[in-house]
């Protein structure tokens, strides 16, 4: 009976203990993924981090996934967005998880195209305003022949 009773102890620890150990090495994948998506966060622009954080997608994943390196170039970016987009819809044999990823890397190059030209509107705002000579001549030079001012 003593021997039985001690057979159940032992596999009784065993099963907690495998369990407990099953458990820390899902803790410890979770932290090492929250890490890898700091570290993502912080390799963007920390303000940008909010935009990586709500598609789930970093920049350069989104460019990567886009192939374009470039982002003020948009007709390249659209031509590939395009391109992958309708490569990979359902009804040609692609797959709607890839089409969502390209949907969402043009998703996020969007945001930051659109948090670039919000910060050289408020940087425009912010300097000063050219002195009436050199606004004349700045009027002066674009100008094209024929055209008549208003």
């Not at 620890?13 to 998506?37: C, I, N, P, W, Y």
Request: net charge neutral.
């Amino acid at each position: 009976m003593a021997r039985y009773l001690a057979q159940i102890i032992i596999l009784g620890a065993q099963l907690v203990g495998r369990a407990l150990v099953k458990t820390m090495r899902q803790e410890l994948q979770a932290f090492e993924d929250a890490a890898r998506l700091q570290e993502s966060l912080k390799a963007n622009d920390p303000s940008s981090g909010r935009s990586a954080v709500a598609t789930g997608m970093t920049l350069a994943e989104a460019q990567q996934i886009l192939n374009v390196s470039d982002l003020t170039d948009r007709q390249t970016i659209d031509t590939h967005y395009e391109h992958l987009f309708r490569v990979n819809d359902k009804g040609t044999g692609g797959t709607f998880y890839i089409q969502s990823k390209v949907f969402r890397a043009k998703e996020r190059i969007d945001q930051e195209l659109e948090r670039m030209e919000l910060l050289v509107k408020t940087d425009a705002s912010h300097s000063f305003p050219p002195s009436p000579s050199e606004s004349a001549q700045f009027q002066c030079q674009n100008k094209e022949p024929g055209h008549k001012s208003r």
